[in-house]
């Protein structure tokens, strides 16, 4: 029989929950993720067709795969 578990204990600090601001396109001039709504970053394609152009692909990337056209 495994020991018992200790008791969990307390937060250290008491945290206050902060509201997260919107994101909007317009004051940080990245696009939000088709997919997952999440900021996009801009990249360049190594591979086919568009190698070497630029396009948008999700922050989140390998989680999230959304991308857009610059």
Avoid: D, E, H
């Amino acid at each position: 029989m495994p020991p018992p578990r200790p008791a969990p204990q307390p937060p250290r600090t008491s945290r206050v929950a902060t509201p997260t601001p919107p994101r909007q396109t317009a004051t940080s001039g990245r696009p939000t993720c088709p997919r997952c709504g999440a900021s996009m970053v801009r990249r360049i394609a190594r591979r086919g067709p568009n190698a070497g152009g630029q396009f948008w692909g999700c922050s989140r990337y390998p989680r999230c795969k959304g991308t857009r056209n610059i």
